[in-house]
T-cell receptor, first 107, second 114 residues
Framework: SQKIEQNSEALNIQEGKTATLTCNYT??????LQWYRQDPGRGPVFLLL?????KEKRKERLKVTFDTTLKQSLFHITASQPADSATYLC??????FGSGTKLNVKP | ETGVTQTPRHLVMGMTNKKSLKCEQH?????MYWYKQSAKKPLELMFV???????ENNSVPSRFSPECPNSSHLFLHLHTLQPEDSALYLC?????????????FGPGTRLTVL
């Protein structure tokens, strides 16, 4: 079965820097990959979807890359702000989620 | 507000109790989902309904019983739960099951089983 790995350790960065989060998966490459944001006490909120034939996708300060050779997706937040502090989840296909990486942006 | 509501937000129950979780979506979607989220674990898919028909049961114990009376409502009936069932239960919906449709999540029900 598919296994999804996200760094379980929190990522601490300074405001204004670029945050980079990693999502690795095993086995077969999915047709698409999604990223979600989850705040404490709330359900995940969809951010971006990238398909296997897309190398990169952007939305405002967010950028996602998808490397099917490395079986990896990178999620970047440029010019990070304290309000970006949350847990970020990657999801393969429709139902398979990683455990998420907590991002802390310090002012 | 995501358009998906869940009640109650918090629930404490004994192992012999029977309770139900309710989910309602106001987005006109046709697919609805139940997930379980335990601390430091990935979201675990439990059930999927599409046009009121169950399409996925991810080997969930029978003490969890879903019900989907219409495309807008989803219930999760609980009975004789175990302490390890304590978790955040999330409901989600999407337009349908086609590839790439984003899911909209509710705020979840925090369940504690004593």
């Amino acid at each position: 079965s598919q296994k999804i790995e996200q760094n379980s350790e929190a990522l601490n960065i300074q405001e204004g820097k670029t945050a980079t989060l990693t999502c690795n998966y095993t086995n077969y490459s999915p047709a698409y990959l999604q990223w979600y944001r989850q705040d404490p006490g709330r359900g995940p909120v969809f951010l971006l979807l990238i398909r296997e034939n897309e190398k990169e996708k952007r939305k405002e300060r967010l950028k996602v890359t998808f490397d099917t050779t490395l079986k990896q997706s990178l999620f970047h937040i440029t010019a990070s702000q304290p309000a970006d502090s949350a847990t970020y989840l990657c999801a393969l296909h429709k139902f398979y989620f990683g455990s998420g990486t907590k991002l802390n942006v310090k002012p | 507000e995501t358009g998906v509501t869940q009640t109650p937000r918090h629930l404490v129950m004994g192992m012999t109790n029977k309770k139900s979780l309710k989910c309602e979506q106001h987005l006109g979607h046709n697919a609805m989902y139940w997930y379980k989220q335990s601390a430091k674990k990935p979201l675990e898919l439990m059930f999927v309904y599409n046009f009121k028909e169950q399409t996925e049961n991810n080997s969930v114990p029978s003490r969890f019983s879903p019900e989907c009376p219409n495309s807008s409502h989803l219930f999760l009936h609980l009975h004789t739960l175990q302490p390890e069932d304590s978790a955040l239960y999330l409901c989600a919906s999407s337009q349908d099951l086609r590839e790439g449709n984003e899911q909209f999540f509710g705020p979840g029900t925090r369940l504690t089983v004593l």
